[in-house]
Each structure stands twice: as C-alpha cells, then as structure tokens.
C-alpha cells in the first residue's frame, strides 16, 4: 500500500532508469506543448495556423446574415470535446478501480513475464502516474467545453452588418475565445496520447521510454511535416507572419 509518510521503501522500490523514464515523459509533454504553441518565427506549427483559419472563420461570420453553420459548426466542435471528456472520465474510473485489483495486475504480468513482477506500491505508483495524465486531459476538455460556450455567446452577441466595424470588434473576440477553447482541447489531446504512452511503464521503463519518444515524434510529425500543414500553407504569406 502506498505511504507517503514514509517515502523511503517507494524511492528504494524505483530503480534511476524508473525516475528517468517518468521525468523523460513529464519534460516531453511540457516541451512538446511550447514548442508546438510557440514554434519558431516562419516555421509555424498546424496548431498555430489554424488560429489564422478560425479569425478567418468568425470575421466571415459577422458578415453573414443566417449563421446557422456557424452554430452548427461550433455545437459539433463542442460536441466532439464532450465526447473526449466523457471517454476521459470512463478510463479515470477504469484507472481508480484498477487501484483496488493490484495484486491481481501482478499476477497476470508474473504469468506474462517473472521479470515484471513488482511490489504493490510500484503498481500503485504507475496507475496513479497514468490518472494524473488522465486527470489533466479531463479538466482541459472540461474547460474547452466551457471556452466553446463562451465563444458561442459571444457569436450570439455579434450585430448585424449594418454596424461592421462593431461586428469586426466582436468577431475578433469570438476568435480570441475560440482559440483559448481550442489550446485547451489540444492540450487535453497531448494529455491522452502520454496517458497512453504511460501504460508502457506496465512493461518496463525502457518501453516506456520508447513509448513516450515516439509520442513526440509523432506529435512533431503532426504539426511541423504533415501534409495538412503544407495544405494550410498554401495560400499565407512568406515568409510567415503571425496575425
């Protein structure tokens, strides 16, 4: 059972490689998110220019007249975040029951593998690491939810085109939310995909190692060498300026 008030038989029961695969997946997450976030002056991320596309989007909005795509639009975004919120908080409980059925998770990997079998509190310890990931992905899907619809009244309060530079002022602010909602949902995505990579640790840390490398990997695939980065290119100024 694990003990915090005596960290002594759970730092003995880690080896460095442990610690090191742990860290290397925290330092992961959080570097892959400032990089992708704040790439390099004219080498913008898909995270990025997609913030150009959504300006581009409500501006157009203020200028219609029926914005029933528009709510259309914005209710499926809210609708695909809920659906990653939900599935977040199933596996949340699928991690906390798992908490209870430890020394049965040993037994199978000892079947599996003598090798992988370990103390309770290292089973304990590697559910726990998975929630917290689980946990971050939640709340940034809660509070994605939530910019959405903020972003939606903020679509409701945008006047008609007889005032245009009102409307432009509001529409400008919708965007502003829109990409707050949309940094959250990513973020929250990032969570997942190292929850994910996390279970490795259930294997070994070097598996996890190779897990949360290639994590990154393909994360940086995703927004700096995709095609649908080049497809968002097209058409943007260059060098590449930021609005």
């Known amino acids: 059972m694990l003990n915090l008030t005596d960290p002594g038989p759970l730092l003995s029961a880690f080896s460095a490689i442990d610690w090191a695969a742990a860290a290397l997946t925290l330092a992961t997450l959080f570097l892959s998110t400032w990089?992708?976030?704040?790439?390099?002056?004219?080498?913008?991320?898909?995270?990025?220019?997609?913030?150009?596309?959504?300006?581009?989007?409500?501006?157009?909005?203020?200028?219609?007249?029926?914005?029933?795509f528009d709510a259309q639009l914005l209710a499926t975004l809210r609708q695909g975040t809920a659906f990653f919120?939900?599935?977040?908080?199933?596996?949340?409980?699928?991690?906390?029951?798992?908490?209870?059925?430890?020394?049965?998770?040993?037994?199978?990997?000892?079947d599996l593998n003598?090798?992988?079998s370990a103390p309770i509190v290292v089973w304990e310890v590697k559910i726990l690491f998975v929630i917290a990931f689980l946990t971050f992905a939640f709340l940034k899907f809660v509070w994605s939810m939530r910019l959405f619809g903020y972003c939606a009244v903020l679509m409701a309060a945008t006047p008609s085109e007889q005032d245009p530079e009102?409307?432009?002022?509001?529409?400008?602010?919708?965007?502003r939310v829109n990409i707050l909602a949309d940094r959250a949902f990513t973020r929250g995505l990032r969570g997942l995909y190292f929850a994910i990579a996390a279970l490795g640790w259930f294997l070994g840390p070097a598996v996890m190692i190779g897990a949360v490398l290639l994590t990154g990997s393909i994360l940086w695939r995703r927004e700096f060498k995709s095609q649908t980065r080049t497809a968002l290119l097209e058409g943007m100024p260059r060098p590449w300026t930021p609005s």
């Open 114 to 116: 003598q090798a992988l």
């Open 166 to 175: 009102a409307a432009m002022a509001m529409a400008t602010r919708a965007a």
């Open 85 to 110: 919120a939900s599935t977040t908080m199933i596996a949340i409980g699928g991690g906390a029951a798992a908490l209870g059925r430890t020394e049965q998770l040993d037994s199978v990997a000892s």
């Open 35 to 68: 990089v992708i976030e704040h790439p390099p002056k004219g080498r913008p991320s898909t995270h990025v220019l997609m913030h150009h596309y959504r300006r581009a989007w409500l501006h157009e909005m203020a200028l219609r007249d029926v914005r029933i």
